[in-house]
């Protein structure tokens, strides 16, 4: 029984640190014409996290530009 638990034990730690890395973007939204309209400091987070800030950055920008702003994002 312990050979199981163990191995098992041992799994789901690497799993649990592995789902919980973080990665770091920079955004800023652009007009189409290239335009910078807003730039954001650096945000840090799970990929989910990161999802979400990205989604809510293209909502503002759909609320103030219109579709004319694009959300862009690079990694760091």
């Known amino acids: 029984m312990?050979?199981?638990v163990f191995p098992?034990?041992?799994l789901m730690l690497v799993v649990s640190v592995f789902t919980s890395?973080?990665?770091c973007v920079t955004c800023s939204i652009e007009r189409l014409d290239g335009t910078v309209d807003a730039?954001?400091?650096?945000f840090c987070g799970t990929?989910?996290?990161v999802d979400?800030?990205?989604?809510?950055?293209q909502n503002k920008s759909n609320s103030v530009i219109?579709?004319?702003?694009i959300v862009?994002?690079?990694n760091d």
């Open 2 to 4: 312990k050979k199981i």
């Open 8 to 10: 098992i034990l041992a």
């Open 21 to 23: 890395c973080k990665k």
């Open 39 to 42: 730039e954001y400091d650096q």
């Open 47 to 49: 990929s989910d996290e």
């Open 52 to 57: 979400e800030f990205k989604k809510e950055l």
């Open 66 to 69: 219109g579709d004319d702003g």
């Open 72 to 74: 862009i994002c690079t």
